[in-house]
Structure formats: structure tokens, C-alpha cells
């Protein structure tokens, strides 16, 4: 006996409503003329690379360091308007920007 089958043994007078697709529109990121800073930093003795200088929302910048991170494999984080990323990626990161269409300025090394 399915699981629907013993719902109607319980509640015979109960009607099923169909639930409505949800489509999830693609958010698109807003686009700087100003170049982000992409930067080589060490921290407790680890290598992180950040960017910084994105001067559109809050949250398209929290949703392109989770782009970042999926596209790299790698972890990180989002603090104080900076995207910290675990490990020496510049030269990727760089890459994927350009790409979608970002400035960016390497700064350090």
C-alpha cells in the first residue's frame, strides 16, 4: 500500500490540491565599469586569495562568492565586502570574471 493509498484510508474527505511549478528565473549580477581587486594574501600562515571592490548589491556579491567557490572546488567565505577564497586562485578567478564580463586589477605579485 502506497503511502497516498493509506493518506485516503485516514482522511477519505480530503481533497488533493496539485501544487504549481515554480520557475526559477536567472539573477543577473550587476556589472561595474570600476575593476575588482583581486589580491594574494596570507593569513595564519595559509595562502587566501580576496576580492574586493564590487560596488553593486550585497547579495550579488555574496551569490558570485558562491559561484566562485562551485566553479573552483574550493572553500571560502564572504566577510566585511571581501570574498575570501582558500588557496592561490588569482589567475583563474581572473579568468572567470573577464568572462562574465567583470574588470579586474591583480594587486600583489
Same mark, same amino acid.
Given at each position: 500500500?502506497? /503511502?497516498?493509498? %493509506?493518506?485516503?484510508? /485516514? @482522511?477519505?474527505?480530503?481533497?488533493?490540491? &496539485? #501544487?504549481?511549478? !515554480? %520557475?526559477?528565473?536567472?539573477? #543577473?549580477?550587476?556589472? %561595474?565599469? #570600476?575593476?575588482?581587486?583581486?589580491?594574494?594574501?596570507?593569513?595564519?600562515?595559509? !595562502?587566501?586569495?580576496?576580492?574586493?571592490?564590487? #560596488?553593486?548589491?550585497?547579495?550579488? @556579491?555574496? /551569490?558570485?562568492?558562491?559561484?566562485?567557490?562551485? @566553479? /573552483?572546488? &574550493?572553500?571560502?567565505?564572504?566577510?566585511?565586502? %571581501?570574498?575570501?577564497?582558500?588557496?592561490?586562485?588569482?589567475?583563474?578567478?581572473?579568468?572567470?570574471?573577464?568572462?562574465?564580463? @567583470?574588470? !579586474?586589477?591583480? &594587486?600583489?605579485?
Amino acid at each position: 500500500m502506497s /503511502l497516498e493509498d %493509506q493518506l485516503k484510508a /485516514l @482522511f477519505p474527505d480530503h481533497i488533493p490540491t &496539485v #501544487e504549481e511549478e !515554480v %520557475q526559477e528565473e536567472a539573477h #543577473e549580477l550587476w556589472i %561595474q565599469k #570600476e575593476p575588482l581587486i583581486c589580491k594574494f594574501e596570507k593569513r595564519k600562515g595559509k !595562502v587566501n586569495t580576496i576580492i574586493e571592490g564590487y #560596488e553593486g548589491e550585497i547579495e550579488d @556579491f555574496k /551569490l558570485l562568492a558562491k559561484e566562485i567557490k562551485q @566553479f /573552483l572546488g &574550493v572553500g571560502g567565505s564572504f566577510k566585511d565586502e %571581501q570574498i575570501i577564497i582558500q588557496g592561490d586562485y588569482r589567475d583563474k578567478i581572473m579568468a572567470y570574471l573577464k568572462d562574465k564580463g @567583470f574588470k !579586474v586589477k591583480r &594587486v600583489g605579485g
